[in-house]
């Protein structure tokens, strides 16, 4: 090891806390100093692929020349200013962007800084698009295992996924809808029907203020699927009761599910999107939440207390919005619709027989560039020293790979070659054999 890098962890062990990591536990860490493309350099030179995007940010590959410029451009002419009394280009030209591509023309975008604010956001719409009209509705329905992220309203939202057990008391009325899985070779539409009734059973008494999920995927709760038959019974429910429905494609948005947005899927709009992760290419924190007109309308009026009472310091930060605006130029183009296509085919032939291959996984599956398999129940906790073991195993052979609970997948940036997915199967083979 270069002394460089030695003095790097033993300052970062000195002085930094990292997230969702059990500092009492010694595990590696990987000394990044540069990335380009699907690649992130250590001090030593050494090769890893990001088959994660980097926390499915980095969605055009790192340090993609088009954001870097337009990001540089800006930082020169316009770095900061307050989003209260001011506006700018950037912001004005992302916003009208963003409200085409998800076909919401009449509607609003309100800026906020990562998914977990983003989420904040339409949840306070909701509840006040309700209160507004003077219509008391305190209870939004999640699905059950979905995730939103860490702040306390959205840790409420996300609580069946179990990552929040050590918050109990959060101060939102929510409610879970078990949702079926769905995963190759398994579509229940009796299941789904089921689900569909229920959901319809809970907000029947007029009281559910809105609906969340994660459409098509849910992310930090294990990469489970369930279907669009589902998810277009769901909103039409939510639509027949006056119930809002919020789409969180934090993670599913920009082609990540095949489509731009994974809603694109279904015939029917939402009523909020809440978008952030691969907005600015991974480069800047930036979120938003997109709102239909109607909603923007009912915050409408003579005095303050109608108004959204939201904001943050960074709010539609001008560099990360001439960032996105590269990034979504480049989700646009028809080159990227085509990269993503192969990439699913790549996956699809690559990654799915593994389910055949071995016995100790299950529940192969595969949409647009995401593909999961689960290891078998009672093979392995989570945060466990094999799940340890497995994560240093890929570490070791120069791949960036997380496995989240017992589900092992890839979620690589769209550009990445087609040997890499090869190569990535061959060694969670590998690994399958070492470990399970
Ligand atoms: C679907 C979804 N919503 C919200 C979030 C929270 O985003 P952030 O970590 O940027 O706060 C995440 C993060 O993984 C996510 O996957």
Not at 18 to 46: K, M, V
Not at 69 to 93: C, M, N, R, W
Not at 191 to 216: H, R, T, Y
Not at 406 to 417: E, G, H, S
């Amino acid at each position: 090891m270069n002394t460089h890098k030695s003095s790097l962890l033993a300052r970062d062990a000195k002085a930094v806390w990292h997230p969702f990591t059990q500092h009492g536990i010694p595990s590696r860490l990987l000394t990044a100093s540069r990335a380009e493309g699907c690649y992130i350099y250590d001090a030593d030179s050494n090769r890893y692929t990001d088959l994660i995007s980097s926390w499915w940010v980095s969605i055009h590959g790192h340090s993609h020349p088009a954001v870097v410029e337009a990001i540089s451009k800006q930082a020169a002419t316009l770095d900061h200013v307050l989003f209260a009394g001011a506006t700018h280009e950037p912001a004005v030209q992302l916003a009208e962007v963003l409200l085409e591509m998800a076909g919401m023309t009449a509607g609003k975008v309100f800026y906020s800084d990562d998914g977990s604010t983003a989420v904040e956001v339409a949840i306070k719409m909701a509840l006040q698009f309700h209160s507004n009209q003077g219509d008391i509705r305190e209870r939004i329905i999640a699905f059950s295992g979905g995730y939103h992220g860490d702040t306390f309203g959205a840790m409420t939202l996300g609580r069946s996924s179990h990552f929040f057990d050590k918050f109990p008391s959060t101060a939102l009325d929510v409610q879970f809808l078990d949702v079926p899985e769905v995963w190759e070779g398994l579509d229940d539409e009796d299941a789904d029907n089921l689900a569909i009734a229920q959901f319809e059973e809970m907000i029947s008494d007029g009281k559910c203020a809105a609906v969340i999920f994660e459409p098509l995927v849910q992310g930090a709760g294990g990469m489970k699927f369930h279907s669009g038959r589902l998810l277009q019974g769901v909103v039409d429910a939510a639509k027949r009761h006056g119930v809002l429905v919020i789409a969180d494609e934090i993670m599913t948005g920009f082609r990540r599910t095949g489509k731009i947005f994974a809603t694109d899927w279904l015939e029917t709009s939402v009523d909020i999107l809440c978008l952030s992760k691969g907005l600015s290419g991974g480069m800047l924190p930036l979120a938003v939440t997109l709102a239909q007109g109607y909603i923007y309308d009912a915050f409408l009026g003579e005095t303050f207390d109608r108004a959204l009472a939201h904001g943050h310091s960074y709010t539609g930060n001008p560099i990360a919005c001439a960032g996105a605006l590269a990034s979504m130029k480049l989700v646009n183009d028809p080159q990227t619709a085509a990269t993503c296509d192969a990439l699913t085919a790549t996956l699809r032939r690559e990654f799915l027989p593994l389910g055949e291959r071995f016995g100790q996984l299950e529940h192969a599956r595969v949409i647009g560039g995401i593909a999961a398999i689960d290891i078998k129940p009672g093979l392995i906790e989570y945060g466990s020293s094999v799940s340890r073991s497995m994560q240093e195993f890929y570490l070791d052979r120069g791949l960036v790979l997380r496995p989240v609970g017992r589900t092992i997948y890839l979620m690589p940036p769209y550009a990445i070659d087609e040997a890499e997915i090869i190569r990535a199967c061959e060694i969670i083979g590998e690994s399958v054999r070492t470990f399970l």
